[in-house]
């Protein structure tokens, strides 16, 4: 693993610091980093936000937030990272910036006038050009790394204009969009799966892959998103983010190199060979209850769930189907990545092979696993065939140090690796393919909490079906 703490001394600017997603993802992972020890030698922390906070209040939050997550600051290095702890009030924009510069002020005299500063957009997206237009105004662009969380934009339009105001005030290099999905330990193992074992990398086409499945299902409900989640859905939520990216992992051409330009150059061009989506080729569902929730519409069309078959039109995928699912309210909660095998096209066997008994499955929760369903013969008197799995947690693997997903990428962001960020010319052809859906949405068909969704996805992943729930 590539180690942060050998970085410069560094200033995060944590915007929106006191906010649901800092407290939920942001937070612990820069104290996960800590517990690591990939945190830069010289470094600190400053949150942002409208309240009047003192530095000592927001250590007390910090402290209120980790124990919540059952990090238990007691047991890692409290005392030295709280005292890299401190807050701006006053919230940030172009015309007022608060107390943030002030602070600033204070850590550039104990880290030094060189020190790398990394501003952390942990906000709603309406409030990513504002904050932008604020650090280049403010001059805390120059130099400066930014990451920006998901979604980026929330619509084609919205995409455009926030695109073009980014790039006024920060080059490329400086911008890390940020996708979770990508940090996944299980994720990462889809291209190394395929490029580092000859087995894989010769039989990675449709020659011998004949369905792709990228299966995230969810018993959660909304909780306390609901504003959000009704003004957006699962499908600018899932599906156009984290679901693309992941099939775009799996489909990409062999990269130049593993070089962070060449494999984000490989992820973003076969995106755009991402066929526009049909709408014959999605199925909208919505959880019965959902408009009963607070912070929803009473009328409410929006989608809790998301079925999609995904044609890539290039010559290793054609006529491939990449089948794409997630929802809320499901029976199980999973993230599972199928490569459904052709069965051997000719031989003694060949019609007698269960039809799914190849499959290669990377489940992406956690810590990650590999598993592959090979055909065998029963044991016993007969030639019977039938189908046994080998199974790799990846927790397992000596000397295994999982991240999971924020901590991951917050330390590529202080190493400045863009490798598993995502760029705008993929984000733009994204926007392209589900461009029509967004124009003539499907109908949302209801669906029983704790089942598995609307009946017609089941038609949509035929003849195999989902893998998940069969």
Do not use: C
Not at 140 to 147: F, P, T, Y
Not at 166 to 177: A, N, P
Not at 307 to 318: M, N
């Amino acid at each position: 693993m590539a180690d942060s703490s050998d970085a410069g001394a560094t200033v995060f600017v944590l915007f929106g610091a006191t906010g649901d997603l800092a407290k939920r993802m942001v937070i612990p992972a820069f104290y996960q980093l800590a517990r690591h020890g990939l945190l830069p030698k010289k470094w600190m922390l400053i949150g942002n936000g409208r309240g009047d906070v003192s530095h000592e209040d927001f250590r007390g939050h910090v402290h209120d937030v980790l124990t919540e997550f059952g990090l238990k600051p007691e047991d890692g290095p409290w005392d030295e990272f709280s005292a890299n702890l401190g807050f701006a009030g006053g919230g940030f924009d172009s015309s007022d910036p608060g107390t943030l510069l002030d602070v600033i002020e204070e850590a550039r005299k104990q880290l030094g006038e060189d020190a790398q500063f990394i501003h952390y957009l942990a906000i709603p997206p309406a409030a990513f050009i504002t904050i932008t237009e604020g650090l280049g105004e403010h001059g805390l662009a120059k130099g400066s790394r930014v990451v920006y969380e998901k979604p980026f934009g929330t619509s084609p339009a919205n995409f455009r204009e926030l695109d073009a105001a980014v790039h006024k005030v920060l080059d490329e290099s400086q911008v890390f969009r940020i996708d979770h999905f990508l940090g996944k330990e299980g994720t990462q193992n889809l291209h190394v799966l395929r490029f580092g074992n000859g087995v894989f990398h010769s039989i990675w086409n449709r020659e011998h892959i004949r369905a792709v499945q990228i299966d995230v299902p969810e018993t959660l409900d909304i909780d306390d998103r609901a504003v959000f989640y009704d003004e957006t859905g699962a499908f600018l939520d899932m599906i156009v983010t984290h679901l693309f990216q992941v099939a775009a992992e799996i489909a990409m051409e062999p990269p130049v190199s593993m070089r962070a330009d060449d494999l984000q150059a490989a992820r973003e061009s076969v995106i755009a060979a991402f066929r526009p989506l049909a709408k014959k080729d999605v199925v909208f569902g919505q959880y019965d209850g959902y408009t009963a929730t607070e912070g929803v519409a009473p009328n409410s069309t929006m989608e809790t769930y998301v079925a999609a078959r995904l044609w890539i039109d290039t010559d290793r995928w054609r006529d491939v189907p990449f089948l794409l699912r997630t929802g809320k309210q499901l029976a199980v909660s999973e993230q599972q990545v199928s490569l459904i095998f052709r069965n051997p096209s000719s031989g003694p066997l060949s019609h007698d092979a269960p039809v799914d008994g190849n499959v290669l499955r990377v489940k992406l929760s956690g810590s990650g696993e590999i598993d592959l369903s090979v055909v065998i013969k029963e044991p016993g008197a007969d030639l019977t065939l039938t189908t046994a799995s080998a199974n790799l947690p990846l927790a397992a693997v000596e000397e295994a140090d999982s991240l999971p997903p924020y901590v991951k990428l917050i330390n590529d962001v202080i190493l400045g690796d863009r490798s598993l960020f995502t760029r705008p010319d993929g984000l733009a052809h994204a926007w392209d393919v589900i461009t029509p859906i967004l124009e003539d949405r499907p109908e949302v068909q209801p669906y029983a909490r704790g089942s598995w969704g609307p009946d017609a996805a089941v038609d949509l992943a035929a003849p195999d079906g989902w893998l998940l729930g069969q």
